[in-house]
């Protein structure tokens, strides 16, 4: 039995190509296997930041999602799908791993900060040696995008789902000295609101695909509530201090 190959958790970047670091670079490249995790019919913004950067002789291993944002209608349940699905890529990273080639599995901006990769991690870093580099997480993008400082001396920062019940995410906006509210999509008119209610809108920062070609941002009150893409944001800067 050879030794087990190393399981490689690569941030890429939150999209622009240049925003990978070089130690993820050299591991991607040297890596025999690639794996990415992408939904059905898409190529995947992973898999789009680095495919310059990949050889002819890796072995590339698209992981597909059964399901990504839908409607399902009962009985289905999505998180006992989407956890099904996730068994099943693990198994097929494990094969690779167990034949001694090491798997790295790219993931689009950090592999820890919402990233897909973690529930890999969770069900095999215990059995493989593992490495995890970090990646430009998609908050620090939009807010360099933006030009806007997130927060000052001794300010905190709130991350929040958009998906969060609208008393709830009320309730956590209102305590935060500055916050990021991601998951928009679907869920963004409940979030705006929320916004304009707590007297934030003035300043709160709409952006989409942050560092993309098609990167694009808005004032609050423009934005098409039906055109809102799953890879967009909502910052919240902390108040200014002036030094």
């Known amino acids: ?16 190509p240049e925003l990978i ?9 040297d890596a025999p296997v690639v794996a990415y995790l992408v939904a059905k019919g898409k190529k995947g913004n992973a898999y789009s930041i680095v495919e310059a950067h990949l050889r002819p ?20 349940s999505y998180d006992a799908i989407i956890s099904g699905f ?3 890529a693990a198994a097929t990273v494990a094969t690779h791993l167990d034949q001694g080639r090491d798997v790295a599995v790219i993931c689009e901006g ?26 430009v997480c998609s908050i620090v993008a939009c807010s360099s995008a933006l030009g806007a400082p997130l927060t000052y001396r001794n300010q905190s920062l709130a991350v929040l ?14 305590a ?7 998951k928009l999509g679907r869920n963004f008119e409940k979030v705006r609101r929320v916004v304009t209610d707590l007297g934030l809108a003035g300043r709160a920062r709409y952006i989409e695909r942050a560092t993309m070609e098609n ?6 009150a423009e934005v098409d509530a039906s055109s809102v893409p799953y890879f967009s944001m909502i910052l919240i800067p902390g108040q200014k201090w002036q030094a």
């Open 110 to 135: 950090d592999p820890f900060f919402y990233g897909s990769f973690m529930y890999l991690h969770d069900r095999l870093a215990a059995r493989y040696p593992t490495e995890v580099v970090p990646g």
């Open 57 to 76: 002789e890796q072995t590339i291993v698209p992981l597909v999602y059964p399901v990504t944002t839908e409607f399902l209608p009962p009985p289905l």
């Open 1 to 16: 039995m050879p030794a087990p190959g190393r399981l490689l958790g690569l941030g890429v970047g939150p999209g622009d």
């Open 86 to 88: 996730y068994d099943e």
């Open 176 to 182: 935060a000295d500055a916050a990021a509210v991601m």
């Open 161 to 174: 789902s958009g998906v969060l019940p609208e008393e709830e995410l009320s309730k956590r906006l209102a």
């Open 215 to 220: 990167q694009r941002s808005l004032p609050l």
């Open 21 to 29: 670091t070089v130690k993820a670079l050299r591991l991607l490249r």
